[in-house]
């Protein structure tokens, strides 16, 4: 699989993660995946492994999706792993389809030391340009109703409520929607 390139801001390194740097988080060579990272892992990191094994999955059954796939969100000039964003698959899967809208859906974390400091803003502007440079033609966020940081950071990116669901796993979400220029 190729090298996909990192999305560089300011401050952020997005660094795509792929199916060799998951596993190797999965099976615990934690020093083969810092190596390759280019910086240590985290214990917020180390700990998720439901999006460790689900992303490499997805990654396996679909090499494709490898640009849309999760990334690393490093502080460049600390070289520290402060978070992931990511896709949550290729544009226009069947689910939003089914909703009525065309587009991607994205996901993210800050780990608690780095949040309110404009991470999680600059990351998602980051990845919303790369997505319209894809020709994507909307972004969507599902946030919990309780999540009002998050809530707040969609408001502020142009996002407005589109629908609900449930979610197996979180249960009742908001979905937002932003087309994309």
């Known amino acids: 699989m190729p090298a996909v390139p990192d999305l560089i801001t300011p401050?952020?390194?997005l660094v795509a993660l792929?199916?060799?740097f998951l596993q190797w988080c999965m099976a615990a060579h934690h020093q083969c995946a810092a190596d390759w990272l280019g910086c240590a892992l985290p214990a917020e990191w180390l700990e998720n492994w439901t999006l460790m094994a689900l992303r490499h999955r997805d990654l396996t059954l679909n090499p494709a999706y490898a640009p849309w796939g999760l990334r690393?969100?490093?502080l460049a000039e600390q070289g520290e792993m402060i978070g992931q964003i990511g896709f949550h698959t290729p544009p226009n899967p069947p689910y939003l389809q089914a909703l009525g809208t065309d587009g991607i859906e994205l996901g993210y974390e800050?780990?608690?030391?780095w949040r309110r400091?404009?991470?999680a803003s600059e990351a998602l502007q980051s990845m919303l340009a790369f997505a319209s440079s894809q020709g994507v033609g909307h972004a969507i966020l599902s946030i919990s109703p309780d999540n009002l940081p998050s809530t707040r950071l969609a408001m502020r990116h142009g996002f407005s409520r589109f629908g609900e669901q449930i979610d197996d796993e979180d249960g009742l979400e908001i979905i937002y929607r932003r087309p994309l220029p």
């Open 11 to 13: 401050r952020l390194r």
């Open 18 to 20: 792929d199916p060799r």
């Open 72 to 74: 690393a969100i490093i």
């Open 110 to 113: 800050v780990y608690p030391d």
């Open 117 to 119: 400091q404009g991470v």
